[in-house]
């Protein structure tokens, strides 16, 4: 595994107008079908773990499977804690060796997400570690990814001014805003609102990230890495990949087990190699063209 810093991993993304794609995993399936996607595509990648993981797959585990399936990579690939919204989790996390952490402070009032924000940044720097915030409310993300989208009335867009003042006082190097994304599956197309995200974009002048990556048309997928869009979430194609193919193959005997783990994590894989596709994400270590 290439020690690269994420945020050298962004400006080399932005470099060549394109994103890296972060995919939520929780078992050694997922976790894997990351991995060998990234090496069979040969692009750098983000495996994350959010705080609703956690129970059921420990940031030890996952560190586990770094150091068996990762760090003998030539690749560079980030372990990131997603959605974390407690300055303690963050610390473990830290303290096992994640790369990248998110602050996930939305649903506390202003100054409190500032507060909460700017102590795990501080904490984060002793690590080498940079720190994600989200401001705005991005549906879904209380639900646990799990919502129907069409509650609209509950989303609250990022103002682009309050953005600006949210990471410069908070320091944080990436921002989640929200502007008409949402966690889950999409009842409807999003509508994204482009010009929100764009002033944004100008007004902070750092990576920003998509969260709700799974059923957003690929277009606009495209339209927001053009305004400066460096790292799209993805989760629910995964689980919902997962949750399908067990289901469909779920008739075998149950001898064959292994082959319906084994069929889950190829299609899994098939749903993050597309992605990476999207993304572009394989132009990203890609010399030629390079000055
Ligand atoms: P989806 O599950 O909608 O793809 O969103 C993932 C995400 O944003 C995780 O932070």
């Known amino acids: ?3 690269q810093s994420p945020l050298n991993l962004f400006k080399m993304a932005q470099e060549k107008g394109v994103a890296l794609g972060s995919f939520n995993v929780f078992n050694v399936e997922m976790f894997q079908a990351v991995v060998r996607a990234a090496e069979k595509k040969r692009c750098p990648i983000i495996i994350a773990t959010g705080e609703v993981d956690i129970q059921y797959f420990p940031p030890e585990v996952a560190m586990a499977l770094v150091d068996v399936m990762v760090r003998k990579s030539d690749l560079p690939m980030i372990m990131h804690l ?3 919204t407690s300055v303690e989790l963050a610390e473990r996390c830290l303290k096992d060796g994640y790369s990248s952490i998110m602050i996930d402070g939305s649903s506390l009032p202003y100054e409190k997400n500032v ?10 720097r002793w690590f080498g570690v940079p720190v994600e915030g989200e401001l705005g409310v991005i549906l879904g993300t209380r639900e646990y990814f799990e919502s129907t989208r069409n509650d609209v009335q509950k989303a609250v867009a990022t103002d682009p001014q309050v953005a600006e003042d949210f990471v410069k006082r908070t320091g944080i190097h990436t921002l989640a805003p929200s502007v008409g994304t949402a966690h889950g599956v999409y009842v409807e197309k999003p509508k994204i609102n482009f010009s929100i ?5 100008r007004r902070t002048n750092i990576p920003l990230v998509i969260h709700g990556g799974s059923g957003i048309p690929p277009e606009d997928v495209r339209r927001c890495i053009q305004l400066g869009v460096a790292k799209v979430n993805v989760g629910t194609d995964l689980r919902r990949t997962l949750v399908d193919a067990v289901t469909r193959e779920g008739t075998r005997p149950y001898g064959e087990a292994r082959k319906i ?3 889950a994590r190829e299609a899994i894989g098939q749903v993050v ?3 990476i596709d999207i993304l572009e994400s394989g132009k990203i270590l890609d010399e030629e063209g390079d000055e």
Do not use: G, N, P
């Open 82 to 84: 997603d959605h974390c």
């Open 261 to 263: 783990m084994e069929t």
């Open 1 to 3: 595994m290439l020690t």
């Open 273 to 275: 190699e597309s992605w």
């Open 115 to 124: 507060e909460m924000t700017r102590s795990v940044v501080q904490m984060a």
């Open 197 to 201: 995200l764009e002033q944004i974009a």
